[in-house]
């Protein structure tokens, strides 16, 4: 059961009445259509400094029971920043804090072709900074009483070409990756092995969605969706399954799973290659 769009936009209206909230964007499956009665919904508060913590944990309470609670900003690490899981209305809805500045500066780095994937608890690979943008490209303004956020999702209709080409550039990991896994061959090392591989198709998704101008804005499904892209390398995704398949304590086995991982990487060169003429 799920928060319907009648109470969403209550809440929202509710929510930009909080000091410091600037705006309120549903994402997620909710935002792209993909949802299912039981995917979360995602709110995304968008605010500047300061952020009136207690009036938005009394409109939390309000909403869930007296047992709801908000992070202050930077609760849950520099980047997912904060927020709340709440339950309303028998369905999971997720506070998510946006700093909007520093969103803004996102946007304008994706322009300059400028990325970077930064340490955050819950994301194996790195929190890509510029699922910021992709955030809010993908999501739906339910609350922007200044008209800001609107705007901002405006300037992102078009892919940045620059973050596109960065993105195809970035595959320079992936050879290397490829390179340092198989020192871990003669010591048997399976979890370095593993680590190596699991950032290797993390590259190549990000690079497929790059090439093919599409938003990539977690590692949770990205190897489905970028096998999904037209002009992704053929059978991506039970490529990658084959891989991960092989990671065994015996040598031979890890050699299978670094040579299927390199032929990938180079399918995936040649594909974004394709994609972008």
Excluded at 84 to 89: E, H, K, P, T
Excluded at 100 to 128: K, T
Excluded at 138 to 150: C, F, I, K
Excluded at 193 to 219: K, M, P, Q, S, T
Aim: charged share 20%; proline share 5%.
């Amino acid at each position: 059961m799920s928060v319907t769009d009648a109470r969403l936009a209550e809440i929202a209206a509710e929510l930009a009445r909080v000091p410091g909230v600037v705006g309120v964007v549903l994402g997620g499956s909710r935002a792209r259509g993909t949802h299912t009665p039981e995917s979360d919904t995602d709110v995304g508060i968008y605010y500047r400094a300061p952020l009136d913590v207690d009036r938005l944990g009394a409109v939390a309470r309000a909403l869930a029971g007296p047992s709801a609670r908000v992070t202050e900003p930077g609760g849950w690490g520099p980047w997912v920043d904060g927020g709340g899981w709440l339950q309303v209305d028998g369905g999971a809805l997720d506070f998510i804090y946006r700093d909007l500045d520093r969103v803004r500066a996102v946007c304008a780095d994706v322009e300059q072709g400028h990325y970077a994937f930064h340490q955050q608890g819950g994301h194996p690979l790195g929190f890509a900074d510029h699922a910021y943008a992709g955030e809010l490209a993908l999501g739906r303004v339910l609350a922007d009483p200044t008209g800001e956020l609107g705007a901002l999702r405006d300037s992102l209709r078009t892919y940045p070409p620059a973050l596109s080409q960065a993105l195809i550039a970035g595959l320079w990991e992936a050879d290397f990756l490829v390179a340092i896994a198989r020192k871990g061959i003669p010591r048997v090392d399976t979890a370095f092995v593993a680590g190596c591989l699991f950032r290797l198709v993390g590259v190549c998704a990000h690079a497929l969605h790059g090439a093919a101008g599409r938003w990539l804005i977690n590692e949770k499904g990205a190897v489905a969706a970028s096998a999904a892209l037209p002009g992704a390398p053929e059978r991506f995704a039970e490529r990658v399954d084959r891989a991960y398949a092989a990671l065994e304590g015996d040598p031979l086995r890890l050699r299978l799973a670094i040579d299927i991982a390199a032929d990938l990487a180079l399918d995936t060169t040649d594909a974004c290659t394709m994609m972008v003429r």
